[in-house]
């Protein structure tokens, strides 16, 4: 994992969760990391744990829905530094609900932070690194980019265009010199779930998390473990968790089988729906 050391590399979406771990995981391994996050304060805490750690770190405030902040990000660490080896486009949030319910407020929030964002990162990225001859864009999708995703329609027609346009883009870049990999994680620990929009409302918002992510749940600084690892070996797709690896498996072989285990679990969350 030497690799990293001394290398450039901003994640967005650093203050916490899976961006968190990443900027510890790429501190420790001596890159110089740039924590950009709209939420500064948490940035900074996150950049002062990785410098009294030993590591090198910088924290920027954007927000990844403005294209302009993250052209600035971009481009400023790249002057400055003189390169940028990596960019970690991380940010996201999660908006579920029925279909029937959603306006288009959820999908524009759903689309901008986390579709938009990764366009607009790779956009400001790839023209810097395809003149050095070098880099990796590392692009954050989601298990629901592969599968289908019941009661999340907004969410995971965004996750599925990262993983459509990251494995598109990885063709086009290699001859370039540029690498591109989607992390498609599962179930992770992370305030991810606290934080997400619902078009619908239900009855038990601890059903709703039980159903939607049963089984084990992963930690975020072991998924960074993964990613980096797959980051490390330019893989295409880097599947974070054993059910994740399995499901996508199941679905390429039996799509059919795969739905039908979905559509229970549609029946299950419809039955905690409340009406309006």
């Not at 540029?178 to 992370?190: D, L, Q």
């Amino acid at each position: 994992m030497d690799r990293f050391e001394g290398k450039v590399a901003i994640v967005t979406g650093g203050a916490s969760g899976i961006g968190r771990a990443l900027c510890e995981a790429l501190g420790r391994r001596r890159a110089l990391v740039v924590v950009a996050d709209l939420n500064i304060e948490g940035a900074e805490q996150v950049a002062e744990a990785i410098v009294g750690d030993g590591g090198e770190a910088l924290t920027a405030k954007v927000d990844v829905t403005h294209r302009e902040e993250v052209t600035a990000l971009v481009e400023g660490v790249a002057r400055s530094h003189g390169r940028l080896d990596y960019l970690f486009n991380n940010a996201g949030i999660a908006v579920g609900g029925e279909f029937r319910d959603t306006t288009l407020e959820h999908w524009h929030a759903a689309l901008d932070a986390n579709l938009w964002s990764v366009v607009y990162g790779s956009m400001s990225a790839y023209p810097i690194m395809v003149g050095q001859g070098s880099g990796h864009i590392v692009n954050t999708s989601s298990v629901g980019g592969l599968l289908p995703v019941p009661i999340g329609t907004p969410y995971a027609a965004a996750k599925h265009a990262v993983v459509g346009f990251s494995t598109s883009l990885r063709t086009e870049a290699a001859g370039l010199g540029v690498k591109v990999s989607v992390v498609c994680p599962g179930h992770v620990k992370t305030s991810m779930s606290d934080r997400a929009v619902y078009a619908t409302r239900f009855s038990s918002e601890q059903a709703l998390a039980e159903i939607m992510a049963r089984g084990r749940m992963m930690s975020a600084p072991d998924c960074a473990q993964v990613i980096l690892r797959g980051v490390a070996r330019n893989r295409a797709i880097i599947t974070v968790s054993l059910p994740a690896r399995l499901g996508w498996w199941l679905y390429r072989l039996s799509p059919g089988a795969v739905i039908t285990l979905f559509q229970g679990m549609a029946r299950q969350l419809r039955e905690l729906r409340v009406e309006s």
